[in-house]
């Protein structure tokens, strides 16, 4: 059973910092892209960043480049996101997710395998 399970959500003030993992089992993903979404109350979910199977390339949305960095330990089969500068509008659920699509990342339908989500709420 492929499962994606994520973890390091919370509650941070504005401009604090968080950590989000995410643990991948049930199957091999070293030939996987990675990637990460949010959704906010009311909002579509929305593209976060994404790093390609071989780690060479990532991905970010405009709205978090500078601030998030997203990593992974492909012998671990695990994916980080690196949270800084954090704001209000960062609230959201995250998902961790995974595709052997190597284009279009920026795309939930892209993604084949998703993580149930982890709470980020950064208070002003």
């Known amino acids: 059973q492929v499962q994606l399970v994520e973890s390091g959500g919370g509650l941070v003030q504005a401009g604090g910092s968080l950590r989000l993992s995410c643990a991948a089992s049930?199957?091999?993903?070293?030939?996987?892209?990675m990637g990460w979404f949010r959704q906010a109350p009311g909002k579509e979910r929305e593209f976060v960043a994404a790093?390609?199977?071989?780690?060479?390339?990532?991905y970010y949305a405009d709205s978090v480049k500078g601030r998030f960095t997203i990593s992974r330990d492909r012998a671990k089969s695990t994916v980080s996101l690196q949270m800084n500068s954090l704001k209000p509008e960062d609230t959201a659920v995250y998902y961790c997710t995974a595709t052997p699509v190597r284009d279009s990342l920026q795309i939930p339908s892209t993604y084949d395998y998703w993580g149930q989500g982890t709470q980020v709420t950064v208070s002003s």
């Open positions: 049930g199957r091999t993903f070293t030939s996987y892209a």
């Open positions: 790093i390609s199977w071989t780690s060479i390339r990532t």
